[in-house]
């Protein structure tokens, strides 16, 4: 009923102008503006590459061919443009286009959320997109700029399946890949890494669907072990349910180090809610902490958290420009921290 909701109010609004359609939808003002207006961007996974921030998003276009369903058919991206900015706040450059789908030679359609990472003299660029099967894989393409243009392997990443990749690199130099997302990210047509085209979604009482990862190689293009579930679990040490949807694993994972701890962030998709949950290890398990940020106008939100200058950000999306669900714009609000570890819950709107 939500989604109904939403989609009802965004129709009657969308001849609104941009102040009025954030103000009137929320009752409320946006806390942060769209770091850039004249393409439509989401899911921004944002890193600092010799001290200047890099934002590797989305493309939303208006792929009005493609019939909307709960699987993200009409989500058709087909390229890459890298966004940079010397700091928070200040001018934000669009350096082209990085990647385009008709240069991956093993891609069939929708170029997913990418993520990237720098080593040894060279950028890194992962990325989902659907093959000739129209079955999701992960794939990986380099370069010696953190704009680009970037070069994909020929191939897919042995091993790698869904949506979502997320790199992190730890303090020791080892490099763990996440990925993973229910629905439309297929993850739930994988049983112990094996693909079922029938695989279902789960019923209400069942566990819920978990995120995956894998240690990478040190060339950086293929993984160094098999994949593995990561465990998420309640304050009660217990495995969440399908019907805990405000709490599982949906999509986007993300994963962060702060003060020795390792944090583990995600999109509870169907219920809106960016959450995290704390561990010690870059495998987990993760204990659930709360919500990281609280729904935005739109569905489902992808974010990523960076540190630069001393304070911490959060990046992610809403869909304050278009009004539309498929057409998202990236924007980015300070995070801090209690005293305890624990991260201060964000509302996107005042």
Same mark, same amino acid.
């Given at each position: ?29 946006? $806390? ?26 989305? /493309? ?20 890459? /443009?890298?966004?940079?900015?010397? !700091?928070?706040? +200040? ?15 093993? @891609?069939?359609?929708?170029?997913? @959320? ?38 994909? =392997? ?9 949506? *979502? ?7 020791? +130099? !080892? ?25 279902? #979604? ?14 990478? @190689? ?16 309640? =304050?009660?040490?217990?495995?969440? #349910? =399908? ?58 939100? /992808?974010?990523?958290?960076? =540190? ?10 809403? $869909? ?5 669900? /498929? ?12 005293? *305890? ?10």
């Amino acid at each position: 009923m939500k989604r109904i909701r939403i989609s009802l109010a965004l129709a009657a609004l969308s001849c609104l102008s941009l102040s009025t359609f954030a103000q009137t939808e929320t009752g409320k003002t946006p $806390i942060s503006q769209p770091l850039v207006s004249h393409i439509y961007t989401a899911d921004p996974s944002a890193h600092v590459f010799n001290g200047k921030i890099y934002i590797y998003p989305s /493309h939303d276009i208006d792929a009005k061919d493609v019939k909307e369903d709960d699987d993200g058919g009409h989500f058709a991206m087909r390229d890459y /443009h890298i966004l940079s900015m010397d !700091k928070i706040g +200040g001018p934000v450059k669009d350096n082209g286009v990085a990647l385009d789908i008709k240069d991956i030679p093993w @891609a069939g359609r929708q170029l997913w @959320a990418p993520d990237a990472a720098y080593k040894n003299g060279t950028y890194y660029l992962y990325f989902p997109v659907k093959d000739k099967q129209d079955v999701f894989h992960l794939g990986v393409a380099t370069s010696k700029s953190p704009v680009g243009p970037f070069k994909a =392997e020929p191939q897919p990443m042995k091993g790698t399946y869904s949506i *979502d990749p997320c790199v992190f690199q730890d303090t020791d +130099g !080892k490099s763990y890949l996440y990925f993973g997302g229910i629905w439309g990210g297929q993850l739930q047509r994988w049983d112990n890494n094996q693909y079922d085209a029938k695989g279902a #979604l789960k019923k209400p009482e069942e566990v819920a669907y978990l995120p995956r990862v894998a240690r990478l @190689a040190a060339d950086m293009k293929e993984l160094a072990e098999p994949v593995k579930a990561v465990q998420l679990l309640d =304050e009660n040490g217990k495995p969440f #349910l =399908e019907k805990d949807n405000d709490k599982r694993f949906f999509e986007a994972a993300w994963l962060h180090k702060y003060k020795g701890k390792y944090y583990f962030s995600y999109s509870t998709g169907d219920t809106h809610n960016l959450c995290y949950a704390m561990g010690d290890s870059p495998y987990g398990p993760f204990t659930y902490k709360g919500v990281l940020l609280k729904p935005v106008l739109g569905w489902t939100n /992808h974010h990523s958290i960076i =540190e630069k200058d001393g304070k911490w950000y959060l990046f992610y999306h809403d $869909i304050q420009l278009s009004g539309k669900t /498929h057409l998202r714009n990236v924007k980015v609000t300070e995070m801090t921290y209690n005293p *305890d570890g624990t991260i201060k819950t964000i509302d996107a709107y005042k």
